[in-house]
């Protein structure tokens, strides 16, 4: 949350390495290869980690939807977050912006606001934002609708 985007030539280097990692998981679903990996952690070992961790991490409690993030008035409520929402957490209106307490945390209202003007606690103001070199805002607003 509070570290920016990589470079260009990183990302493009993630991106390669996942496109073949997501071949090999496919290749191995079909071919029903077992995986090899056990149950997912007990539910006391989970909550023992989020209580260890609430707090340290610039929030006070990690899991909490209590809405964190704010308007500067550079906001021109041209909808883009609200629309981006894919929770629907985000309502703009004639009177400003305001976000309810089903936040997931996606980030994708800060990314793509195209004034900047969304901030949270722990995103730097000069933070780069991270748009994939390969999908557009019109994409994404395509993939919520």
């Not at 991106?15 to 990996?37: H, L, M, N, S, Y």
């Not at 899991?63 to 629309?83: N, W």
Request: hydrophobic share 35%; proline share 6%.
């Amino acid at each position: 949350m509070g570290f920016g985007a990589w470079s260009l030539k990183r990302q493009r280097a993630l991106f390669d390495g996942a496109e073949k990692a997501a071949r090999d998981i496919a290749c191995k679903v079909r071919d029903q290869v077992p995986t090899g990996k056990g149950i997912d952690p007990p539910v006391h070992v989970m909550t023992f980690l989020s209580e260890t961790f609430n707090g340290r991490l610039g929030v006070e409690n990690i899991h909490s939807t209590v809405p964190l993030y704010a308007v500067t008035e550079a906001c021109t409520r041209c909808g883009v977050c609200e629309k981006l929402c894919p929770v629907g957490n985000i309502k703009v209106t004639e009177k400003g912006v305001t976000f309810g307490s089903n936040c997931q945390q996606c980030m994708a209202c800060i990314q793509w606001c195209p004034v900047r003007a969304i901030t949270h606690p722990n995103v730097p103001k000069d933070r780069k934002r991270y748009h994939h070199p390969d999908i557009t805002l019109k994409d994404m607003l395509e993939l919520n609708r």
